[in-house]
């Protein structure tokens, strides 16, 4: 009996997920050492500083980054009780990232309060509330789905789920189409907003993996000729059609060109993904081209946005009025996000010493720029290689997934962060037009951060679906 017993435990600790915590040690040690610099700083007397330190956080407003360590290590525990062949990397990840949006948002609280006022200095608090609901709808969705399979027996409900999610959307940019607002996609219901495009986005990529599934073999090999090409039956091609009709509405409706952006690089990404077929994608490339080219020559406000990119603000010197008055109205946003990147140089103005309010929506839009400026060129890059990991975690859980819908559904939920990341990340830096696609993780809101902890999930279930499967057949 006692054996029975000690054998029990040995193979309990030897099952602990001991890679996890170890990597979970290194996010939390960031944290507790940025939040030790923020301190210091604030008791700081150099006068050259003090009308930023004194609107830092005090040590009430740094208990947020103690609450997510608590939370994740709750997190932990769960994951070791009922989830141990999960991947033991992909939390740790998304940790470090999310503590990181706590602790910026944290310290934009107070100098967001002094510039724009209202009650801005529980962001941070604000930030947190959102990442603890995120992590428990993250285990909450890892209990429901425990057969991953039943998500494609119910495609077409996710592709009503999704025409009913972009409708309140589409109905509003109808009523206000004369409005110049650029983007409808927020919808407000008493003191929430709900932005509909990010749960949107997990109902197209379960529909194209549900679809794609059933159907990859008729679409691989093509039925109609059209020149070089060989096209699917109209039967197979319609739902994919309705659906890009959907990004469609998106773009010129509700003109939200991220979200058509995201949509059609998703249809790109699992398309090729489930048919191996280079033609599609090159089709769909030059297709996006022509409707590009219609909605610039339609929607001044996407010309207004590619006009921001290809305005060059470098020789300041020599503007004439009329570029002077642009940098100062339509292309201000990016601009000022431009001079917190250089502001930022190599090793960056140090957590708290910088001053990025001065971007608007910078907890938002342009929250990549406040990294630039007080982490620079080296925080960056570690930033951007935390997402390649994220992404790396993801298609290898893809890769190693045991049934086909399961290898497609984490590879597009893993395209959306990627995705995403590229998306808003160039659209800071003016390599694309900006949109209102949040930074995961990172930006202020609620909606994507919830969106985004069910994509991690249902990746960290697929995971261990897998790994249990492979054991059963050995």
Same mark, same amino acid.
């Given at each position: 009996m %006692?054996?029975?017993?000690?054998?029990r435990?040995?193979?309990?600790?030897?099952q602990?997920?001991?890679?996890e915590?170890g990597l979970?040690?290194?996010p939390?040690?960031?944290?507790?050492?940025?939040m030790a610099?923020?301190?210091?700083?604030?008791?700081?007397n150099? @006068?050259?500083?003090l009308?930023?330190?004194?609107n830092?956080?005090?040590?009430d407003?740094?208990?947020?980054?103690?609450? #997510?360590?608590?939370?994740v290590?709750v997190?932990h525990?769960?994951?070791?009780i009922f989830?141990?062949?999960?991947?033991q990397?992909l939390?740790?990840?998304?940790s470090?990232?999310?503590?990181?949006?706590?602790v910026?948002l944290t310290r934009?609280?107070?100098?967001?309060l002094?510039?724009?006022?209202g009650?801005?200095?529980?962001?941070?608090?604000?930030?947190?509330?959102?990442?603890?609901i995120?992590l428990a709808?993250?285990l909450? &969705?890892?209990f429901i789905?425990?057969?991953?399979g039943w998500?494609?027996?119910y495609k077409?409900?996710?592709?009503?789920?999704? #025409?009913?999610?972009?409708?309140?959307s589409v109905i509003?940019?109808?009523? &206000?189409?004369?409005?110049?607002?650029?983007?409808?996609? @927020?919808?407000?219901?008493?003191?929430l907003?709900?932005?509909p495009? %990010?749960f949107?986005?997990?109902g197209v990529?379960?529909?194209?993996?549900?679809?794609?599934?059933?159907n990859?073999?008729v679409?691989?090999?093509?039925?109609?000729r059209?020149?070089?090409?060989?096209?699917?039956p109209?039967?197979?091609?319609?739902?994919?059609?309705?659906?890009?009709?959907?990004?469609?509405l998106s773009?010129?409706?509700?003109?939200?060109?991220?979200?058509a952006?995201?949509?059609?690089?998703?249809?790109?990404?699992?398309?090729y993904?489930a048919t191996?077929?280079?033609?599609?994608?090159?089709?769909?490339l030059? @297709?996006f081209?022509?409707?590009?080219?219609i909605?610039?020559s339609?929607l001044?406000?996407?010309q207004n946005? #590619?006009a921001t990119v290809?305005?060059?603000p470098?020789?300041?010197a020599h503007?004439?009025? +009329?570029?002077?008055?642009?940098?100062?109205?339509?292309g201000y946003?990016?601009y000022q996000g431009?001079?917190?990147?250089?502001?930022?140089?190599?090793l960056?103005?140090?957590?708290?010493?910088?001053?990025?309010?001065?971007?608007p929506?910078?907890?938002?839009?342009?929250?990549f720029?406040?990294y630039a %400026?007080e982490?620079?060129?080296?925080?960056l890059f570690?930033?951007?290689?935390?997402?390649?990991?994220?992404?790396?975690r993801g298609?290898r859980?893809?890769?190693e997934a045991?049934?086909?819908?399961?290898?497609?559904l +984490?590879?597009?939920?893993?395209?959306i962060f990627?995705?995403?990341t590229?998306?808003?990340?160039?659209g800071?830096?003016?390599?694309?037009?900006? @949109?209102g696609?949040?930074?995961?993780?990172?930006?202020n809101?609620?909606n994507?951060i919830?969106?985004? #902890?069910?994509?991690?999930g249902i990746?960290?279930?697929?995971?261990?679906?897998?790994?249990v499967?492979?054991?059963?057949?050995y």
């Amino acid at each position: 009996m %006692e054996q029975s017993m000690s054998q029990r435990a040995t193979g309990a600790f030897r099952q602990y997920r001991w890679k996890e915590l170890g990597l979970l040690i290194l996010p939390g040690l960031i944290l507790l050492l940025l939040m030790a610099q923020l301190l210091i700083i604030r008791s700081s007397n150099d @006068t050259t500083t003090l009308n930023n330190l004194k609107n830092l956080p005090i040590l009430d407003g740094l208990i947020p980054i103690l609450g #997510f360590i608590a939370a994740v290590l709750v997190v932990h525990v769960v994951l070791n009780i009922f989830f141990r062949k999960a991947d033991q990397v992909l939390l740790p990840l998304v940790s470090l990232l999310s503590g990181l949006g706590v602790v910026m948002l944290t310290r934009l609280g107070p100098d967001m309060l002094k510039r724009f006022g209202g009650p801005i200095p529980t962001l941070g608090s604000r930030q947190l509330i959102w990442v603890i609901i995120g992590l428990a709808i993250c285990l909450g &969705t890892m209990f429901i789905l425990r057969n991953i399979g039943w998500l494609s027996r119910y495609k077409y409900t996710w592709l009503l789920f999704c #025409f009913a999610v972009i409708l309140p959307s589409v109905i509003r940019g109808i009523l &206000t189409f004369k409005n110049a607002d650029p983007t409808r996609d @927020t919808l407000g219901f008493g003191p929430l907003k709900l932005q509909p495009s %990010e749960f949107l986005k997990i109902g197209v990529v379960i529909f194209f993996a549900g679809y794609l599934n059933d159907n990859r073999d008729v679409l691989a090999e093509g039925h109609y000729r059209l020149g070089p090409l060989r096209l699917p039956p109209l039967r197979q091609l319609g739902p994919m059609l309705f659906m890009l009709g959907i990004g469609l509405l998106s773009f010129l409706v509700v003109r939200e060109l991220g979200l058509a952006l995201l949509v059609y690089s998703l249809f790109l990404c699992m398309t090729y993904v489930a048919t191996g077929k280079k033609s599609y994608v090159l089709v769909s490339l030059l @297709t996006f081209v022509v409707l590009a080219v219609i909605g610039y020559s339609l929607l001044p406000y996407v010309q207004n946005r #590619f006009a921001t990119v290809a305005f060059n603000p470098a020789d300041w010197a020599h503007l004439t009025d +009329a570029e002077n008055t642009f940098a100062q109205d339509k292309g201000y946003q990016v601009y000022q996000g431009l001079i917190n990147v250089a502001s930022g140089g190599i090793l960056g103005s140090g957590l708290g010493l910088g001053f990025p309010v001065g971007v608007p929506v910078i907890d938002s839009d342009m929250a990549f720029t406040a990294y630039a %400026e007080e982490f620079g060129l080296v925080g960056l890059f570690a930033i951007i290689g935390i997402y390649l990991l994220i992404v790396h975690r993801g298609f290898r859980i893809a890769a190693e997934a045991t049934d086909s819908f399961s290898k497609l559904l +984490a590879a597009g939920l893993t395209s959306i962060f990627a995705l995403q990341t590229l998306i808003i990340t160039a659209g800071d830096l003016k390599l694309l037009p900006l @949109t209102g696609i949040p930074l995961p993780y990172l930006s202020n809101g609620g909606n994507a951060i919830l969106a985004n #902890f069910i994509i991690v999930g249902i990746l960290l279930r697929i995971s261990h679906n897998s790994a249990v499967e492979r054991e059963g057949k050995y």
